[in-house]
């Protein structure tokens, strides 16, 4: 009897959680998880000043780490070009557009931005979004929506650069791009970077 | 397993056992679904980051895990909190804890980079990223999840107030050896 009393409270639990998921799914935003609309390739961008005039300037407020790699100098092939999920940037592709003076934005976490990032990107997770929507939408509202926008995280198949450009995308932003190799990668590469946060 | 009780060892079991496990409980999972409820966007990407349901063929699925796991880690939580229908809600608690761990095994055992976004953006004990960690605190927190299910929210819950002419089990313990009567114990008559 116990167990009978006990097994339909469950389900009388989760008969509520039922309700109160689909009024809440009502009144919100609908969920969107598909693949964002991402472009590969390095071929035309908009960098961050399109109108040629002088480019914003994005100081970063701590001593920098940079490496500015002149192109005699870059690292084998076998770095730039490594494999990397279809649809996403190698390594010289971003090099490539970094040198473009395109948007970078970091998708990992806030301590592993804070503790190196590629130079000039913000630093912009999804979470941010619900966690703190007034710094996210400081971030959008920074680029403008037609910028060709480079997204990276830990590389590979981390979901958290897709999840950004899904959010982006859903901002308007039509040249989202993700990187097919990670933070780690453009380290080895000795590519700029920078520490601390950028304003 | 059933020893007659008497109501020193009810109460104080009650006060010092089923009361606090109730209230951590019934508050982590509270808590949970706080931070959960208004990241929805974000709990399901966390969900689809787990790998366990393919996107391609279960992306619903996934929205519909996304918005019902937080309502039911509330209504659980408040249910056990209160200690009204305590031993569905511990029951129900410690079902999602195991699918849980099921979960986080799946993304260790898959060498996938995922979020657990266990407690939305906060991290309690464990960091943000998946690892060993979390399947320990979850293994902990099974612990009074399965106490609870097994005694029952105890005298300090509505369950017990609530429960006046239709007593429960550990009432009608209590009250029959007040009076001296032999109790029966066997549990599957409760």
């Known amino acids: 009897m116990r167990l009978i009393h006990t097994f339909t409270g469950l389900l009388t639990i989760i008969g509520a959680a039922f309700l109160f998921a689909t009024a809440h799914a009502l009144i919100t935003d609908p969920v969107n ?32 780490t940079t490496n500015d790699t002149p192109d005699s100098d870059l690292p084998d092939d076998a770095l730039l070009d490594a494999p990397v999920p279809e649809g996403m940037l190698t390594l010289r592709e971003s090099h490539s557009l970094f040198m ?3 948007y970078f934005i970091d ?9 190196g990032h590629i130079q000039y990107a913000f630093w912009l997770p999804s979470t941010l979004f619900d966690t703190d929507s007034d710094r996210a939408y400081g971030v959008v509202d920074s680029m403008p929506p037609d910028a060709t926008v480079v997204i990276y995280c830990v590389g590979g198949e981390c979901d958290s650069s897709k999840n950004t450009a899904r959010r982006l995308a859903s901002h308007g932003f039509t040249d ?24 | ?46 969900i689809k980051g787990f790998g366990v349901l393919d996107v391609e063929s279960h992306s619903e699925l996934i929205i ?16 056990l909190l209160i200690g009204l229908r305590g031993r ?22 898959g060498d996938i980079d995922a979020d657990c976004s266990c407690f939305g953006d906060a991290n309690i004990v464990c960091g943000s990223s998946v690892g060993w960690c979390q399947v320990i605190r979850n293994l902990i927190l099974l612990i009074p999840a399965g106490y609870l299910v097994w005694r029952g929210p105890g005298r300090l819950s509505l369950d017990h107030i609530l429960s006046g002419s239709n007593q429960s089990p550990d009432t009608h313990a209590y009250q029959a050896q007040s009076s001296g009567s032999v109790v029966d114990q066997d549990p599957s008559r409760a």
């Not at chain 2, 608690?93 to 099921?102: K, R, T, V």
């Open chain 1, 100 to 102: 473009q003076d395109v």
């Open chain 1, 33 to 64: 998880i598909d693949p964002p609309p991402t472009n590969t390739g390095d071929g035309s961008v908009t960098p961050r000043d399109p109108g040629g005039n002088e480019p914003d300037v994005i100081e970063s407020p701590v001593p920098v």
């Open chain 1, 107 to 115: 998708a990992r976490h806030e301590h592993e931005y804070e503790e």
């Open chain 2, 1 to 46: 397993m059933n020893k007659p009780l008497t109501p020193l060892t009810s109460h104080t079991e009650s006060a010092l056992l089923q009361l606090p496990l109730r209230l951590l409980l019934g508050g982590l999972m509270m808590y949970a679904a706080y931070n959960k409820i208004p990241a929805i966007q974000s709990f399901a990407e966390a």
């Open chain 2, 64 to 79: 519909i895990a996304a918005f019902v796991i937080p309502w039911f880690e509330l209504i659980a939580g408040l249910l």
């Open chain 1, 176 to 199: 989202l791009r993700i990187m097919g190799v990670g933070y780690a990668e453009w380290v080895e590469a000795g590519f700029p970077i920078s520490e601390g946060v950028e304003p």
């Open chain 2, 88 to 109: 569905s809600a511990a029951l129900g608690i410690g079902l999602l804890l195991i699918m849980f761990i099921a979960g986080l095994l799946n993304v260790i055992f």
